[in-house]
């Protein structure tokens, strides 16, 4: 039986696209999978990593399973978002591994007025 190893530089690999965790200000866009849930965050606490492109269910568990064993606490959830071609954001990851120090949190502005 082979002993594969995977750590945090392997997870830099399989995301694509992060920011501060807004799931609270949209909470119908996100769906938890309760089986790949760490643990509650409150609002605006964590961050989150999109993984693997519409149904990359294997970068999404071998993402889950690389924050999990490095004790970074991730949920699991599934991005509803639709792009203009009707494909979906996919799946996404909600930790507290924070990958970069200049990350900003997103930026919730009203597009409609100006």
């Given at each position: 039986m082979a002993d594969i190893k995977f750590d945090l530089d392997d997870f830099a690999f399989l995301w694509w696209t992060a920011m501060g965790n807004f799931t609270h200000e949209q909470p119908h866009r996100f769906e938890v999978n309760d089986k790949y849930t760490s643990r509650p965050y409150k609002d605006g606490e964590g961050w989150l990593y999109w993984v693997g492109h519409q149904d990359g269910a294997?970068?999404?568990?071998?993402?889950?399973?690389?924050l999990q064993a490095e004790g970074h606490e991730p949920n699991l959830l599934w991005d509803m978002a639709e792009n203009a071609d009707g494909?979906?954001?996919?799946?996404?990851?909600?930790t507290t591994y924070r990958h970069d120090e200049q990350m900003e949190p997103w930026p919730m502005e009203d597009k409609t007025n100006g």
């Open positions: 294997a970068d999404a568990l071998l993402s889950f399973k690389i494909s979906v954001w996919g799946h996404c990851i909600l």
